[in-house]
């Protein structure tokens, strides 16, 4: 089985603040992610596909082909969007790293006909990234 | 669907620090010829990465698996404190008795890692260049390398 990666940044703002809680309780869970006005991140998202290549045209699936999935249901859903007022899959939720990345999880597996989506990491920030893949599968060995 | 999927949690830490590889159960000579230019009797340093996965449920209320600032004050007590600006060698008992190579670096820092109550401590993976790095997941874990 080969695995396949293409990555994309994309930039958008969030804030984190839960209705259901105080606004101490929200100062305190989130800290200065619960700034009212929000802040915004370059997320960098990497998305793996596996599968085996086409013996006649040696690929896993067309890389532009993927390229124009993620530019439609990622880019143009998240890129230079507010994520909690913009994204109508993240209503409701806190938008972090976690629950992003499972959205797009959720987003590009149907989506994805040749091959197979293999895993999905989204980072926030180079020291923050959220992993999200199939039970059963491993995000080893992903440096 | 989302039973099926696993989410985790990836963090980044960063620690500077000392070591010599040198086994005092082998020779001078083959100390030297083991370890190479780390067998320096005075030691060298690197820019270490620590990269922390953990996973369990996405909290509905807070969105997260761990709320990060629990984690970076849990990995700052039971590593870096320790671990930073130190001599691995000297100021870290486990390795007055161990080589402290990355791998032993890594099951070293599982182990002070494997006790954080609010979430399952996957994997760690350390770097110790920007050319060579090493993870661990436990040793009752299978790891499955991609």
């Given at each position: 089985?080969?695995?396949?990666?293409?990555?994309?940044?994309?930039?958008?703002?969030?804030?984190y603040h839960n209705p259901n809680l105080?606004?101490?309780e929200?100062?305190?869970i989130f800290?200065?992610?619960?700034?009212?006005?929000?802040?915004?991140?370059?997320?960098?998202?990497?998305?793996?596909?596996?599968?085996?290549?086409?013996?006649?045209?040696?690929?896993?699936?067309?890389?532009?082909?993927?390229?124009?999935?993620?530019?439609?249901?990622?880019?143009?859903?998240?890129?230079?969007?507010?994520?909690?007022?913009?994204?109508?899959e993240l209503a409701g939720q806190i938008p972090t790293?976690e629950n992003i990345?499972r959205i797009?999880?959720?987003?590009?597996?149907?989506?994805?006909?040749?091959?197979?989506?293999?895993?999905?990491?989204?980072?926030?920030?180079?020291?923050?990234?959220?992993?999200?893949?199939?039970?059963?599968?491993?995000?080893?060995?992903?440096? | 669907?989302s039973n099926?999927l696993?989410v985790?949690?990836?963090?980044?830490?960063?620690?500077?620090?000392?070591?010599?590889?040198?086994?005092?159960?082998?020779?001078?000579?083959?100390?030297?010829?083991?370890?190479?230019?780390?067998?320096?009797?005075?030691?060298?340093?690197?820019?270490?990465?620590?990269?922390?996965?953990?996973?369990g449920d996405v909290d509905p209320a807070t969105g997260m698996i761990a709320n990060?600032?629990?984690?970076?004050?849990?990995?700052?007590?039971?590593?870096?404190?320790?671990?930073?600006?130190?001599?691995?060698?000297?100021?870290?008992?486990?390795?007055?008795?161990?080589?402290?190579?990355?791998?032993?670096?890594?099951?070293?820092?599982?182990?002070?890692?494997?006790?954080?109550?609010?979430?399952?401590?996957?994997?760690?993976?350390?770097?110790?260049?920007?050319?060579?790095?090493?993870?661990?997941?436990?040793?009752?874990?299978?790891?499955?390398?991609?």
């Amino acid at each position: 089985m080969i695995l396949l990666t293409r990555k994309i940044e994309f930039a958008a703002s969030h804030v984190y603040h839960n209705p259901n809680l105080s606004a101490e309780e929200n100062r305190r869970i989130f800290g200065k992610c619960n700034n009212p006005h929000g802040h915004g991140h370059n997320y960098t998202l990497e998305v793996t596909v596996e599968g085996q290549p086409d013996p006649v045209t040696g690929m896993v699936l067309d890389l532009k082909e993927l390229k124009e999935i993620l530019e439609r249901e990622i880019m143009q859903r998240m890129d230079h969007r507010h994520l909690n007022y913009e994204v109508a899959e993240l209503a409701g939720q806190i938008p972090t790293c976690e629950n992003i990345a499972r959205i797009i999880w959720q987003l590009l597996e149907p989506k994805i006909t040749q091959g197979r989506l293999h895993h999905v990491r989204l980072y926030e920030s180079p020291d923050l990234f959220a992993d999200c893949y199939r039970n059963g599968a491993s995000a080893a060995g992903k440096p | 669907m989302s039973n099926a999927l696993k989410v985790e949690l990836g963090r980044r830490y960063r620690f500077s620090a000392s070591h010599r590889l040198h086994s005092p159960h082998l020779s001078a000579e083959e100390n030297c010829r083991v370890f190479g230019k780390c067998n320096n009797p005075f030691g060298h340093g690197h820019n270490y990465v620590l990269e922390v996965s953990m996973s369990g449920d996405v909290d509905p209320a807070t969105g997260m698996i761990a709320n990060l600032a629990d984690l970076d004050t849990f990995v700052e007590r039971q590593v870096l404190e320790e671990f930073d600006h130190k001599s691995l060698n000297e100021d870290v008992s486990a390795f007055r008795e161990k080589v402290p190579t990355t791998e032993n670096l890594c099951m070293e820092i599982f182990q002070r890692l494997k006790s954080f109550p609010k979430a399952k401590l996957e994997r760690i993976r350390v770097q110790e260049t920007a050319n060579n790095s090493f993870e661990y997941a436990g040793d009752n874990v299978e790891g499955k390398q991609r």
